[in-house]
């Protein structure tokens, strides 16, 4: 189905910004339903963004004002603007489509890492 690769992590200081890419191999212009989720250390997998076709936005309360979700169905890019850091913000970032989510399938996911 839809393949998913993501990239923009790395190292920033709190307070700071960053952009997370989600690109497909392959179209997601009828894609219902994708987001991103973060996974720290010994914690368990949290959704913290989805977004609809349609283009209703939910967020995660700890990322709300903060975190903004996108689709550019043109170029099958989603991204992930993550602004006012926090270290409570340190995981790997996961982006997915919720029927690939359902089938238990992930990709490699992405590091950000918020020093203080």
């Known amino acids: 189905q839809v393949h998913l690769v993501e990239s923009g992590g790395g190292l920033v200081q709190a307070g700071g910004s960053m952009r997370l890419s989600c690109a497909a191999s392959g179209s997601i212009f009828s894609v219902s339903v994708m987001g991103w989720h973060r996974q720290a250390p010994g914690k368990q997998r949290e959704l913290v963004a989805s977004?609809?076709?349609?283009?209703?936005?939910n967020y995660a309360d700890a990322v709300k004002g903060r975190f903004t979700i996108s689709r550019d169905n043109v170029k099958n890019i989603m991204y992930l603007q993550m602004n006012s850091l926090k270290p409570e913000d340190t995981a790997v970032y996961y982006c997915?489509?919720?029927?690939?989510?359902?089938?238990?399938?992930w990709g490699p996911g992405t590091q950000v890492t918020v020093s203080s």
């Open positions: 997915n489509t919720l029927s690939n989510l359902l089938k238990g399938s």
């Open positions: 977004i609809t076709n349609g283009g209703s936005k």
